[in-house]
């Protein structure tokens, strides 16, 4: 049994305080939205349930330090939570119901910090899935009204559902002739793109899925909950886990063939 059962039983309170926040302010006409200095929006919906996790967290973890997207990095240690307060916001900002809080705790160890509870919480599609390490991968309502997630069986590329998010960062990093290749080889191709294509890799509905770009706290939730329900989550550069600034999901069986076509060009 997980070490980490309290700290997974938290990360369901906090994601239930930032549920209500964001749900609060869905579809608002007043909603106000900012532009971030990497011309990515951020709304105050975003800022308020990263607050609010914030704000809870030092309560019930004091000595515990916390990165999160729109606030940085706070203290130091051990241990580690990053928040995605909501992943997708320019979903959230068109009204478009795919979106989610991303929590997740990471542990120092050999190897430096590496995700060990996992929690991605969808409101608006009245989803919500979970992992600890060591003790499986699950979705449903609550920690006692769930069900088991299990990647799918499927061995051939040719038989695989792939998800991705978009084109333009495959083309920027020299990968497009590859991804296409991928895509045409593939039996179905879905742009589901942000939290998603994960939760799916981990549902066995999707399964591969890959994005050329991202930041710790868009991957370090969803690497435990593709691992525990018996996948993998590498960078496109095969390194285990969510460092490489890149990421790419499997049920495991496809994993390395996904990989060799997503090579940058030349290498």
Known sequence: MSDYHDDL???HVLADAADAATMDRFK???????????????????????????GQLHRA???????????????????????????????????????ATLISLMVHGEGGYQPVVGLVS????????????DSGAYTGRSLTSASRLRVSEVGRIE?????????SGWEERGMLPGFLDLTRTCWRTR??????????????SVDICAEPELS?????????IVEE??????????????????AAASNGLLHDELLNYLRPAGS
């Open 191 to 204: 742009g589901y793109g942000d939290f998603w294509p994960y939760m799916m890799v981990a549902e066995g």
């Open 229 to 246: 329900a018996g996948g993998r989550f590498t960078g496109l550069d095969g390194r285990p886990g969510p460092h490489s600034g890149n």
């Open 61 to 99: 973890r004091p000595r515990d330090a916390v990165l999160g997207e729109e606030f940085g990095a706070e203290g130091t240690g051990p241990r580690r939570w990053v928040i995605d307060p909501i992943d997708g916001t320019k979903n959230y900002v068109r009204g478009v119901p795919v979106w």
């Open 159 to 167: 038989d695989a559902s792939f998800a991705y998010s978009s084109l």
């Open 28 to 54: 608002a006409l007043d909603l106000k939205v900012d532009t971030k200095p990497d011309m990515t929006p951020v709304t105050e919906a975003d800022k308020a349930a990263e607050e609010l996790i914030r």
């Open 9 to 11: 039983r938290l990360a």
């Open 216 to 224: 710790l706290w868009d991957m370090a939730a969803n690497v435990v």
């Open 122 to 133: 969808a409101p608006a599609l009245g989803r919500r899935w979970w992992a600890a390490k």
